[in-house]
Nanobody
Framework: VQLQASGGGGLVQAGGSLRLSCAAS????????VGWFRQAPGKEREFVAA????????RYADSAKGRFTISRDNAKNTVYLQMNNLKFEDTAVYYC?????????????????WGQGTQVTVSS
């Protein structure tokens, strides 16, 4: 599975919204859980959100609950992260990852496949 994250790269004001996409190649993508992670300068990578292979189960970090929504469209081999009410502290490089073992593995910070990151910059 190859993953490509997109949707960042510009500057968004605090309180604004942004939607990230994670496009995947590979026929087995629909059997993988997918997650989003982020890494801010000088900080460790942290889990943001994950979705099960079917889309029926989602997990969120406390910092994302109520503001971010993860979803997937298996017909398009794409997972989305809708981010609303963005804060300055959301500024980071965002990565997507996939794992066949389930969303709980991703929530634990692990993943078999990783995409390159996309920069999200929120102005205060």
């Amino acid at each position: 599975v190859q993953l490509q994250a997109s949707g960042g790269g510009g500057l968004v004001q605090a309180g604004g919204s942004l939607r990230l996409s994670c496009a995947a190649s590979g026929r087995t993508f629909s059997t993988y859980a997918v997650g989003w992670f982020r890494q801010a300068p000088g900080k460790e990578r942290e889990f943001v959100a994950a979705v099960s292979w079917s889309g029926g189960r989602t997990r969120y970090a406390d910092s994302a609950k109520g503001r971010f929504t993860i979803s997937r469209d298996n017909a398009k081999n794409t997972v989305y992260l809708q981010m609303n009410n963005l804060k300055f502290e959301d500024t980071a490089v965002y990565y997507c990852a996939a794992d066949p073992r389930g969303s709980e593995v991703l929530a634990g910070g692990r993943g078999d496949y990783w995409g390159q990151g996309t920069q999200v910059t929120v102005s205060s």
